[in-house]
């Protein structure tokens, strides 16, 4: 991180266990704002289970995080930390309904609702799905699902966004369409957080690169 920035996201001390084995034990690790941060590493590394707890879904056994220098709170106390958090799932979940129907969602159980169709539509054009607005969910091949849900998070015009997996399982166009978006988002100030355990496809962005091992920070490099 540049000497003159200040995190986005810090965290110290954090572990986690389960069923008696650590699944993450990381000293400590900052996320710079308006930057790419990949978090790789063999499956089983800890990189779900570290961005669930940056996102706020789990609460870790141990540790501290801070958002903008401010203590982050897990659970109901967490609830307004949690809105300034996009997560896309490795296997995202669609509900039942239109496309646009589902993109709209999370403005509407935000009851951010004025001219969100607009929103949804433009979120969806970015991603070059906008065909398939009216389609059922149903009908979507895995990678229309992924850039659906990825529309979904756009809308909500989140500071940080968490990719897991982004282009897992998605044919050539997807991930293209997927790779574009992230260096508009970048362009446009956004900070993300990406795992995958195959980085050479975001090579083009020059990322920061973490490395997993076993739950714990192995290596932390730029990708130049």
Known sequence: MSKNSK????????????QNRVILDVDQLEIEQGKLTLLSGANGAGKTSLMRVMAGLTKPDQGRMWYRDEAVSFGKQGLEFRRKVSMLQQEPYLFSGSVLKQVCYGLIARSLTQGMEHKALKSLESLGCMGLAMRH?????????KRVALASLLTLDSELL?????????????????????????????TLVISTHQPEWAKPLKPRICLLEYGRIASDTLWN
């Open 137 to 145: 969910t149903r009908q979507l091949s895995g990678g229309e699902k």
């Open 7 to 18: 995190p986005l996201i810090r965290l110290e001390g954090i572990q986690q266990a389960f």
């Open 162 to 190: 968490l990719l897991d997996e982004p282009t897992a399982q998605v044919d050539q166009e997807s991930s293209e369409k997927i790779l574009e978006l992230i260096q508009i988002q970048l362009d446009s100030g956004k």
